[in-house]
């Protein structure tokens, strides 16, 4: 759904409050804190029951990522549409304008809805590109006490290794990483992607091995190689150039601290690009997720 859906279907907290007590409960509160449906709905105060069972009062929002938060639920539906449709990812500074909030409040807000991003898929089957690259910031935007020496954009010293398998027309994978060795590579691969699948790779040497589990295709990309029939790894490159520029984009980009959750929020929206019901999994996917804002 685009914002202006969002905006007309959710117009104001209280729509909000219902849906996502739709959304998790199917309408029948359920107390978060020892699971009873016995609740009374408490007149002095909406949208907060009184639990007869264990006798602590609730809404809705306990035990999400919206727990305890000061900002209206509507800047929080309306934040999470804007993330869910950026291809190429939203700066906080451009989150905060659009949702009028400060941005430090729309990047915890981000890692927030980050959180229910992460994904627990399936095996990726079928015809697999596999690669690996390096993302980090460039020598001379970093403090002069955190550059390298001698490190003028070539090495990798003060990059991050990620890898990654995709699925052709299907899901992604990926990973920060300690490094792209053999070891690393393997084993990622052999908990990501199904036995007797096809895996398309390019010539790095840490891949060698790999036709022991799957079919193992080589693009000769030194040879100036780029596709060969069915042989190319063209999907998962766009994968990366997209995750690049995005993390390029970022404000609080200052160390890989952040890596993991960027790529989880890349893979997710990569996955989830033609399911119409995005915006409730997200939701759905809230619950019982700690939140920052206790
Ligand atoms: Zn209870």
């Given at each position: 759904?685009?914002?202006?859906?969002?905006?007309?279907?959710?117009?104001?907290?209280?729509?909000?409050?219902?849906?996502?007590?739709?959304?998790?409960?199917?309408?029948?509160?359920?107390?978060?804190?020892?699971?009873?449906?016995?609740?009374?709905?408490?007149?002095?105060?909406?949208?907060?029951?009184?639990?007869?069972?264990?006798?602590?009062?609730?809404?809705?929002?306990?035990?999400?990522?919206?727990?305890?938060?000061?900002?209206?639920?509507?800047?929080?539906?309306?934040?999470?549409?804007?993330?869910?449709?950026?291809?190429?990812?939203?700066?906080?500074?451009?989150?905060?304008?659009?949702?009028?909030?400060?941005?430090?409040?729309?990047?915890?807000?981000?890692?927030?809805?980050?959180?229910?991003?992460?994904?627990?898929?399936?095996?990726?089957?079928?015809?697999?590109?596999?690669?690996?690259?390096?993302?980090?910031?460039?020598?001379?935007?970093?403090?002069?006490?955190?550059?390298?020496?001698?490190?003028?954009?070539?090495?990798?010293?003060?990059?991050q290794p990620v890898i990654g398998a995709i699925q052709r027309d299907g899901k992604?994978?990926?990973?920060?990483?300690?490094?792209?060795?053999?070891?690393?590579?393997?084993?990622?691969?052999?908990?990501?992607?199904?036995?007797?699948?096809?895996?398309?790779t390019d010539e790095w040497q840490a891949y060698r091995g790999l036709s022991k589990?799957?079919?193992?295709?080589?693009?000769?990309?030194?040879?100036?190689?780029?596709?060969?029939?069915?042989?190319?790894?063209?999907?998962?490159?766009?994968?990366?150039?997209?995750?690049?520029?995005?993390?390029?984009g970022q404000y609080h980009w200052l160390s890989s601290k952040y890596l993991g959750?960027?790529?989880?929020?890349?893979?997710?929206?990569?996955?989830?690009?033609?399911?119409?019901?995005?915006?409730?999994?997200?939701?759905?996917?809230?619950?019982?997720?700690?939140?920052?804002?206790?």
């Amino acid at each position: 759904m685009n914002l202006i859906q969002i905006y007309k279907q959710f117009p104001t907290h209280e729509a909000c409050i219902n849906h996502l007590e739709k959304v998790r409960w199917d309408n029948k509160p359920k107390c978060p804190y020892c699971k009873s449906d016995r609740n009374t709905p408490l007149k002095e105060k909406q949208k907060r029951y009184h639990c007869n069972n264990c006798n602590t009062s609730f809404s809705v929002t306990v035990d999400t990522i919206f727990h305890n938060t000061k900002l209206d639920l509507q800047k929080w539906f309306l934040a999470l549409t804007l993330i869910l449709n950026a291809k190429k990812g939203i700066s906080s500074r451009q989150l905060a304008r659009d949702i009028e909030t400060r941005p430090n409040t729309a990047w915890r807000m981000q890692m927030q809805v980050r959180k229910a991003m992460i994904e627990q898929g399936d095996l990726l089957e079928g015809i697999i590109e596999a690669d690996e690259t390096f993302v980090g910031g460039k020598e001379k935007n970093k403090h002069k006490n955190k550059r390298t020496p001698n490190n003028q954009g070539r090495s990798n010293k003060t990059k991050q290794p990620v890898i990654g398998a995709i699925q052709r027309d299907g899901k992604v994978v990926a990973r920060k990483a300690k490094g792209t060795d053999g070891r690393t590579l393997k084993s990622f691969l052999n908990t990501n992607v199904k036995k007797g699948s096809t895996i398309m790779t390019d010539e790095w040497q840490a891949y060698r091995g790999l036709s022991k589990n799957f079919e193992h295709y080589v693009i000769k990309h030194n040879a100036g190689e780029y596709v060969n029939g069915d042989i190319y790894t063209n999907s998962i490159e766009n994968f990366w150039s997209l995750l690049k520029r995005g993390i390029t984009g970022q404000y609080h980009w200052l160390s890989s601290k952040y890596l993991g959750k960027y790529i989880d929020e890349f893979c997710f929206r990569h996955n989830h690009r033609n399911n119409e019901k995005v915006f409730d999994l997200v939701l759905l996917k809230s619950v019982n997720l700690r939140s920052n804002y206790e």
